[in-house]
């Protein structure tokens, strides 16, 4: 059964731009509230030519709610994971797996998860430690300036769980270790605990 408000959010998640109005409701505060928050710059809208009416692109107002931890309450802004892993089918299995609560993004060599941070901009990492170019312990060093910038953890995985030592994985910055083959129940735990 739908309520009016969830019928709401999902006519409104589909648009591409909002009303001060709509934010209001979507983020819970006056319109005043969100008037003032474009005025300040704080969130980036525009004004109707010929009018004084204001609109902020949905794209923009994600960005601003997550930049600010306004709480999400209509549910636009999705929780992001970046997978890196050089395993294609474990990749798929994946994104299959997490696709239905998180927005989800692969990479299969360290070069590609860097190249996709900045584009990408997860709020997870899910790191396998050994790739074909580069160590994950390696790469977890490499990204400790976004992982702390962005508040976002990373979670490392390996097929050999035995010859990793734990303390090393903690050294470089890494938040977790889990074990392949991954329990998929396990996994969504992990996450969900790290992303709050």
């Known amino acids: 059964m739908y309520t009016m408000y969830s019928l709401y959010v999902r006519h409104m ?19 005043r509230t969100v008037i003032k928050w474009i005025d300040s710059g704080k969130l980036q809208g525009y004004t109707i030519p010929g009018s004084s009416h204001r609109r902020v692109s949905a794209d923009n107002l994600r960005l601003f709610l997550r930049a600010h931890r306004v709480p999400d309450y209509a549910g636009l802004v ?22 239905d609560q ?9 070069l590609e998860a860097a190249s ?11 790191l396998d430690i050994r790739l074909p170019d580069l160590s994950g312990l390696e790469v977890c060093r490499h990204f400790q300036s976004y992982k702390n910038e962005r508040n976002a953890p990373i979670l490392t995985m ?33 996450i969900e605990m790290m992303v709050g």
């Open 13 to 31: 998640d589909r648009q591409p731009s909002y009303t001060t109005g709509d934010v209001a409701r979507l983020c819970q505060v006056t319109k």
């Open 78 to 99: 999705r929780r992001r994971i970046l997978i890196v892993d050089d395993d294609r089918d474990l990749l798929e299995l994946l994104q299959d797996a997490l696709r």
């Open 158 to 190: 390996s097929a050999f769980g035995g010859e990793i030592d734990p303390a090393e994985v903690r050294r470089s910055g890494a938040d977790a270790f889990l074990p392949k083959p991954l329990k998929m129940s396990e996994l969504k735990k992990r």
């Open 116 to 126: 996709r941070l900045p584009v990408f901009q997860p709020d997870v990492i899910l």
């Open 102 to 110: 998180y927005d989800v993004d692969v990479a299969s060599s360290a």
